[in-house]
């Protein structure tokens, strides 16, 4: 080789050995984090991840999947799915999604393991009892809402899969998936994160939470917000991995009126909000299956709500109406109590 030959490899050796040596170190995990408003809620969305950039395409995915099932679901979109199934009752099936017939379907199961408490044809009350952004405080003709009672019915909703149809039997009826649909759509993101390559995140939309693998190598640490506590003051902690944490409470979005506490968990069979706890915490795999039995604690109560759990393997805590605290078998010695829940109305 000739002397210009060396020269002229060494100088290429030389330039590689520098481009490595001034390469920037990886970036250390950490979190990233966005949130935006989605079906009436705060949606929050949290990654453990050096690749920052990914994280927040996949975010950006999970926030479309959350407005494109809301389009589906909603009772205030013109032309959703159940919109349209409304104003068929009594006439004729209409054509819905898939996701629509998921849901569906899975609040049929709910409802059959609560005997028709948990019931996604309570809608026909909901522009009586005004909880959501049309919140008014007032409380509704009652014999108005007795007459709308037997118009509940969640076996007069006829779901033919292979059609690919909802039908509402009676002329009347409604469906509102308030109940059940977010936690839908929390599956529906962790299912995206996860086919993005992401294995530590939590996705928590309301009330309805899922946590995946852990944050800087320890598992989630999630608190209870005491029911009558300050906002964001917990009396529990619970450290999770790859679990839902979904609570329901009659705090939310609620009311007191002459010394009576007013919220939107309404019971099906009574027309009035439902007293059989104060807050129900779910922790199960899937957040659709959390999100309904939260509420059904509420309409069942805690001695039967709480039994029910236990049968389906679902663990929880939930604050009675006289501020107990009770806790599946599962998580005695992983629940920590911070202190008791305030006592109030």
Known sequence: MSRASINAAMASAIVVLTAACTQRPATPAHIVERARVSMGSELHLTAWTADEAAATSAFDAVFNEFD???????????????????????????????????????????????????????????????????????????????????????????VDAQAGTAFLQHAGMRVNLGGIGKGYAVDRGVAIMRERGFRDFMIQSGGDMYVAGQRDGHPWRLGIQDPRGRENQVFARVDLSDSTFSTSGDYERSFVKDGRRYHHIIDPTTGEPAYGARSATIMTDRAVIADGLSKAVFFLGVEKGMALLEQLHVEAVVVSPKNEVLVTPGLKGRLQLVSAPTDAP
């Not at 379907?105 to 909901?126: I, M, N, P, Y």
């Open 68 to 158: 494109r099932l809301e389009s589906l679901m909603s009772n205030w979109r013109a032309g959703s799915d159940v919109e349209r199934l409304n104003a068929a009752a009594g006439d004729h099936p209409v054509p819905v999604s898939r996701d629509t017939i998921a849901v569906l379907q899975t609040a049929h199961q709910v409802s059959e393991w609560t005997g028709g408490k948990f019931d996604v044809t309570f809608g026909v009350l909901s522009g009586l009892w005004k909880f959501d952004h049309d919140q008014d405080n007032t409380i509704p003709d009652m014999n108005e809402v007795r007459k709308r009672l037997p118009l509940i019915n969640y076996r007069a909703l006829i």
